[in-house]
């Protein structure tokens, strides 16, 4: 019933900044708890970051939990991610997902809804 549609994706210099979007379609936004995945080739699909339903809690994996920020606007039916300080390494397609249970968040199977996917690549 949600369908998710990411942009922001793009080709930067390492130590640069990115701002991803995640627009999702559906009546029911604000009911969801919010995630952000990446996957690089060759790779298993790991999890990023996520964010609450209200907004007010985030959760982040250690390797960008002083360089990414997650949040959300329930108004305008979108989550973000703002990335800085980015590195070679975080080069993958980051994916946005939806989920509306609270365990295992860290999981690709706590989410139900996914998007296509935006490519960001860092160089150097």
């Known amino acids: 019933q949600v369908q998710l549609a990411e942009s922001g994706g793009g080709l930067v210099q390492a130590g640069g900044s990115l701002r991803l979007s995640c627009a999702a379609s559906g009546r029911t936004f604000s009911n969801y708890f919010m995630g952000w995945f990446r996957q690089a080739p060759g790779k298993e699909r790991e999890f990023v970051a996520r964010?609450?339903?209200?907004?007010?809690?985030?959760y982040y994996t250690d390797s960008v939990k002083d360089r990414f920020t997650i949040s959300r606007d329930n108004a305008k039916n979108t989550v973000y991610l703002q990335m800085n300080s980015l590195k070679p390494e975080d080069t993958a397609v980051y994916y946005c997902?939806?989920?509306?249970?609270?365990?295992?968040?860290?999981?690709?199977?706590?989410?139900?809804?996914w998007g296509q996917g935006t490519q960001v690549t860092v160089s150097s």
């Open positions: 997902a939806a989920g509306s249970v609270t365990t295992a968040i860290r999981t690709m199977s706590a989410y139900n809804y």
């Open positions: 964010i609450s339903r209200s907004g007010t809690l985030t």
